[in-house]
């Protein structure tokens, strides 16, 4: 009796593991062959629909987000391109670089602008790259302008006894720096920086938009306006949101019955407006423990150290970023 009981617990115990094997084999097969139409479909890309891009957040120069761009100018498949912009600005050069992406796009294919909460500085120096910028009643743009940003720690490096010794070249190497005032001719330089990228931001405005230099020129003081309001001041072209943009490219001779297809990353980044490094080494200057880094990020809303010239209303804090 005892060993037909236990040659019966055996052929269960087998029979456990094969049904496990089994349903794993399967599991296995079904997701190979998912991702095999996956990638030959290429997610939805193979077959005619109209591509969306979204652009969020800070306005970084971004490799993978160009290179997407470009597949989307030269895709087959895709017959219009809505870009979606929820963004405060960012670098005047990640703004430019996109702008010229979303352009080539523009050569051989209809291009709408979607806009979300936001279209600000850099957000909206690539709306104005599509032809047709749709946005919400509430939704703001503008801010069209450049700045640049930098602390000044030498009061507080001076109550915690830290002197910078700094031996250069000339005396317009390297400035203006965190450690000393700016001298006038350092901010002279910087001031002739920005305003040369002003004037080239406000050309963009001009060509892209139905208005002259001194109408470009007016809204181009920095100021923010709703979605509405951007419609007065010919900002904006329509109201409404992703419905409103296909029936624009409707107009254009897409069919509207494509569907929507996001083409999303193709692989994740880590890009931080802030540099960890720059962090590091004030955190250091001041004697604080390298955590402290991620704390000075929380508090300056990730530009004050950025390098170059910048086209942002606000910085969004690091604490929302990929909520």
């Not at 950025?306 to 086209?311: N, R």
Request: proline residues 4%; charged residues 25%.
């Amino acid at each position: 009796m005892t060993q037909t009981a236990d040659a019966i617990l055996d052929r269960r115990r087998l029979r456990r593991k094969l049904t496990f094997w089994r349903i794993a084999t399967l599991a296995v097969i079904a997701l190979g062959i998912a991702a095999l139409v996956y990638f030959i479909g290429g997610g939805g890309r193979s077959a005619p629909h109209i591509a969306k891009v979204k652009i969020e957040g800070t306005i970084l120069e971004d490799d993978e987000l160009l290179e997407r761009l470009d597949k989307i100018a030269a895709s087959g498949a895709v017959k219009g391109l809505i870009v979606s912009i929820d963004s405060p600005g960012g670098t005047t050069a990640g703004g430019e670089a996109i702008f010229e992406a979303v352009r080539k796009v523009a050569e051989k294919k209809p291009v709408v602008a979607q806009v979300g909460t936001l279209a600000a500085s850099a957000g909206y120096m690539i709306a104005s790259a599509t032809d047709h910028i749709v946005a919400r009643q509430s939704s703001i743009v503008g801010s069209i302008g450049v700045l640049f940003q930098y602390p000044d720690i030498s009061q507080l490096l001076t109550k915690l006894g830290v002197k910078v010794e700094t031996i250069k070249s000339s005396p317009l190497k390297a400035e203006p720096n965190f450690f000393s005032p700016a001298s006038d001719e350092a901010k002279a330089m910087i001031h002739n920086m920005i305003m040369d990228s002003y004037a080239w931001f406000v050309g963009i405005v001009e060509s892209r938009r139905p208005l002259d230099h001194a109408q470009a020129l007016a809204l181009a003081n920095g100021a923010v306006f709703t979605g509405r309001q951007g419609i007065d001041n010919k900002l904006v072209d329509s109201l409404g949101g992703e419905d409103q943009a296909v029936d624009w490219l409707k107009s254009k001779g897409v069919d509207g019955r494509l569907p929507v297809v996001e083409w999303k990353p193709d692989r994740s980044g880590t890009s931080f407006f802030l540099s960890e490094s720059a962090a590091r080494l004030l955190t250091r200057y001041l004697g604080l423990p390298e955590e402290s880094g991620s704390l000075l990020r929380e508090v300056t809303g990730d530009r004050i150290f950025t390098p170059g010239l910048l086209s942002i209303w606000h910085a969004e804090p690091a604490s929302a970023k990929g909520q």
